[in-house]
T-cell receptor, first 115, second 114 residues
Framework: EAGVAQSPRYKIIEKRQSVAFWCNPI?????LYWYQQILGQGPKLLIQ????????DSQLPKDRFSAERLKGVDSTLKIQPAKLEDSAVYLC?????????????FGSGTRLTVV | AQTVTQSQPEMSVQEAETVTLSCTYD???????LFWYKQPPSRQMILVIR??????QNATENRFSVNFQKAAKSFSLKISDSQLGDAAMYFC???????????FGKGITLSVRP
């Protein structure tokens, strides 16, 4: 089966600019996650979708970050305006079940550099 | 709140030798799931092994095995016959099962010496 697709692979922007990331999960996976991984740290959940509904966005900085999953398939994560501290790898993952008890399948991530 | 602690930032192992990576976690749940993920330079997180807390038997996957000590809240990963391709960052992760939020530790960088 095809894996989790993410684009772009790299992005460099200036602070205060906007940026968007795209993710296409594994076909049939109802649950989709966006994680932020700052250099030297473990990934931190930003938002979790079940189909096209939000399950958990408690750690999403909603003043500048937004995400949507229209039609319950692919998803976009947007940052506007970007800050220097947003420099990180943004990982998308998907799982078949809501509980994720079998683990997730991750994409290769987008490395964002804000200068 | 659940926390996952990986106190060793780096480890090194000689090719063909065995290495153990440590992880502790904190939870008040009795049923949960634990994972080890590998992240090579390509950045893609790869599931290495999974343990269900209600199972006393330690999980094994080929050269990878865990030592799960539920009372001590410890979950270490043993890599036997280390290979150059095992060099990567390894993350321990916890899932309470009620929702699927994975909480990760800070990770450990494993290098393999030829």
């Amino acid at each position: 089966e095809a894996g989790v697709a993410q684009s772009p692979r790299y992005k460099i922007i200036e602070k205060r600019q906007s940026v968007a990331f795209w993710c296409n999960p594994i076909s049939g996976h109802a649950t989709l996650y966006w994680y932020q991984q700052i250099l030297g740290q473990g990934p931190k959940l930003l938002i979790q979708f079940q189909n096209n509904g939000v399950v958990d966005d408690s750690q999403l900085p909603k003043d500048r970050f937004s995400a949507e999953r229209l039609k319950g398939v692919d998803s976009t994560l947007k940052i506007q305006p970007a800050k220097l501290e947003d420099s990180a790898v943004y990982l998308c993952a998907s799982s078949f079940s809501l509980t994720g008890r079998n683990g997730y399948t991750f994409g290769s991530g987008t490395r964002l550099t804000v200068v | 709140a659940q926390t996952v602690t990986q106190s060793q930032p780096e480890m090194s192992v000689q090719e063909a030798e065995t290495v153990t990576l440590s992880c502790t976690y904190d939870t008040s749940e009795s049923d949960y799931y634990l994972f080890w993920y590998k992240q090579p330079p390509s950045r893609q997180m790869i599931l290495v092994i999974r343990q269900e807390a209600y199972k006393q038997q330690n999980a094994t996957e080929n050269r990878f095995s865990v030592n799960f000590q539920k009372a001590a809240k410890s979950f270490s990963l043993k890599i036997s016959d280390s290979q150059l391709g095992d060099a990567a960052m390894y993350f321990c992760a916890y899932n309470p099962g009620a929702n699927s939020k994975l909480t990760f530790g800070k990770g450990i960088t494993l290098s393999v010496r030829p």
